[in-house]
């Protein structure tokens, strides 16, 4: 099993519609986790952190089932901007800090 | 806003010559470190710095490899004979003392090696 599994992508959505990135993780010691987006040739920027409890930030929800060992992030409302890369990042603190990028699963609304 | 800067934007070498990439990263943080992204692919966890001492790093960063403070700002990456496979952005990212561990991510620099 891969370190931390996305989706494999892309994803092909009409402009309004509600997107759902899923992602594993393998390590159970795993404490930290985010979702970055990554536009073309550009650097990973943070988007949100993701909590025990689920968080949400405007139009943006992210959720972590640590028995499943499972993180999703929902958009809803989708715009034209929202196309992007998005990245599940995990940080095991086992023993140092070990940061895993997933691969990255890609998002192009259309319009 | 603070923000992490990488110098150079595009380095062009050619293979088997040193390469210096250089990172400023927000002035208060205190947790440094050295991505790297080959085109098409994901990104790729190089070295942790922390204490001006290396605290982690992946399989990736073998001897040609090497990463020093010089002094209270710089945050530099050494590839000392690069390869073709070196290729690939590189993004430095600082984390800030608030334990949150949210990564701030330089603009990267493309190396290209001929």
């Known amino acids: 099993r891969k370190e931390v599994e996305q989706d494999p992508g892309p994803f092909n959505v009409p402009e309004g519609a509600t997107v759902a990135f899923n992602c594993t993780y393998s390590?159970?010691?795993?404490?930290?986790f985010f979702w970055y987006r990554q536009d073309c040739r550009k650097e990973p920027k943070l988007l949100m952190s993701?909590?025990?409890s689920g968080n949400e930030d405007g139009r943006f929800t992210a959720q972590l089932n640590r028995a499943s060992q499972y993180i999703s992030l929902l958009i809803r409302d989708s715009k034209l901007s929202d196309s992007a890369t998005y990245l599940c990042?995990?940080?095991?603190?086992?023993?140092?800090?070990?940061?895993?990028f997933g691969k990255g699963t890609r998002l192009h609304i259309l319009p | 806003e603070p923000e992490v800067t990488q110098t150079p934007s595009h380095q062009v070498t050619q293979m088997g010559q040193e390469v210096i990439l250089r990172c400023v990263p927000i002035?208060?943080?205190?947790?440094f470190y050295w991505y790297r992204q080959i085109l098409g692919q994901k990104v790729e966890f190089l070295v942790s710095?922390?204490?001006?001492?290396?605290?982690?790093k992946s399989e990736i960063f073998d001897d040609q490899f090497s990463v020093e403070r010089p002094d209270g700002s710089n945050f530099t990456l050494k590839i000392r004979s690069t390869k073709l496979e070196d290729s690939a952005m590189y993004f430095c990212?600082?984390?800030?003392?608030?334990?949150?561990?949210?990564?701030?991510f330089g603009p990267g620099t493309r190396l290209t090696v001929l």
């Open positions: 990042v995990v940080i095991a603190t086992n023993r140092d800090d070990k940061i895993i």
């Open positions: 390590n159970s010691a795993s404490q930290s």
């Open positions: 993701v909590y025990s």
């Open positions: 002035s208060n943080h205190l947790y």
């Open positions: 710095f922390y204490n001006n001492e290396i605290s982690e």
């Open positions: 990212a600082s984390i800030g003392t608030s334990g949150t561990k949210e990564q701030f």
